[in-house]
């Protein structure tokens, strides 16, 4: 079991920069895969990016690339996300979720479905006004 816990979301104007941060419970934090989330008003769900167990390898929605880093300190048991250059699109509430991993393979590729996922924060809301 692990418990997620967002921070760092705000009211931000267009261009601006935000750092969120998920603050996991237990001790095998490092045994899962992290990955953020997030869901405007009357919209799905949807994949931001996802962190394997090390950080040494990372994944992005297209939506996001280049603007966004997802990374991970294992010793702190916390995920971030470094969100710059943002967009009025990019509101939304964040989540912060997480899938036990095991294996050498699970590293190879990050899941971007939220039915993969089996923890969930209970999200950050983020607003950027133009």
């Known amino acids: 079991q692990v418990q997620l816990v967002e921070s760092g979301g705000g009211l931000v104007q267009a261009e601006a920069s935000l750092r969120l941060s998920c603050a996991a419970s237990?001790?095998?934090?490092?045994?899962?895969?992290m990955g953020w989330f997030r869901q405007a008003p009357g919209k799905e769900r949807e994949f931001v990016a996802a962190?394997?167990?090390?950080?040494?390898?990372?994944r992005y929605a297209d939506s996001v690339k280049g603007r966004v880093t997802i990374s991970r300190d294992n010793a702190k048991n916390t995920v971030y996300l470094q969100m710059d250059r943002l967009k009025p699109e990019d509101t939304a509430v964040y989540y912060c979720?997480?899938?036990?991993?095991?294996?050498?393979?699970?590293?190879?590729?990050?899941?971007?479905?939220?039915?993969?996922?089996?923890?969930w924060g209970q999200g950050t809301q983020v607003t950027v006004s133009s």
């Open positions: 979720a997480a899938y036990y991993c095991s294996g050498v393979a699970c590293d190879a590729y990050l899941q971007d479905r939220t039915y993969q996922y089996d923890y």
């Open positions: 237990g001790r095998t934090f490092s045994t899962y895969v």
């Open positions: 962190v394997s167990r090390s950080g040494g390898s990372r």
